[in-house]
């Protein structure tokens, strides 16, 4: 089995796949009398002529490293951001697109503080929290057409830290 190493999760390492969403650096704006700091439209968010912006929680079952990735998916229709609900790293998976299948994967290791929105149509593993208790706001497409195309790997890969 091949194994792929997890790496920090940061912006410009993930940029061909989608947003990183973080409160880091300086705002772009101060609010609430000088009491918040808002760091202003980070996600490049995009559901489609047919679709709407929806917000769901989901409770994902805590996975362990190595991990071994048999299944990757694809949204064509729309974007999908995870905002985790509590400070837990998370696994992150995504590859370039061949011809329809995905290609070249890499796996990243969010840390506290960081979400991610997956731009449009980016083969994407599935939701992988590292400990409980697996609970994330999901920004993605509410709407009548199918939206998820999923890929199971012929070989299994493994994920190390």
């Known amino acids: 089995m091949t194994a792929i190493k997890a790496r920090p999760l940061t912006a410009d390492a993930f940029a061909p796949f989608g947003d990183v969403l973080q ?6 704006k ?3 009398n000088g009491f918040c700091g808002r760091y202003h439209d980070r996600a490049r968010l995009d559901f489609g002529p047919d679709g709407r912006a929806g ?3 989901f409770k994902a079952e805590p996975r362990a ?12 229709d729309g974007a999908q951001a995870f905002i ?3 400070l837990d790293a998370y696994l992150v998976i995504v590859a370039e ?3 329809g299948t995905p290609a070249n994967i890499r796996a990243f290791i969010a840390g506290p503080g960081q979400g991610i929105n997956y ?8 939701l992988t929290p590292l400990s409980a208790p697996g609970l994330f706001a999901v920004v993605d497409r509410i709407g009548e057409t199918p939206n998820l195309e ?10 190390t830290q």
Request: no cysteine; hydrophobic share 35%; charged share 15%.
């Open 30 to 32: 101060i609010i609430n």
């Open 65 to 76: 490293l190595p991990y071994t990735l048999d299944l990757l998916e694809r949204h064509p």
């Open 97 to 99: 697109d061949a011809n």
């Open 119 to 126: 731009h449009r149509n980016t083969w994407h593993g599935v």
């Open 23 to 28: 409160a880091v650096g300086k705002p772009d």
């Open 150 to 159: 999923e890929y199971q790997l012929p070989t299994p890969l493994t994920i």
């Open 55 to 57: 917000i769901s929680v």
């Open 84 to 86: 985790p609900m509590s």
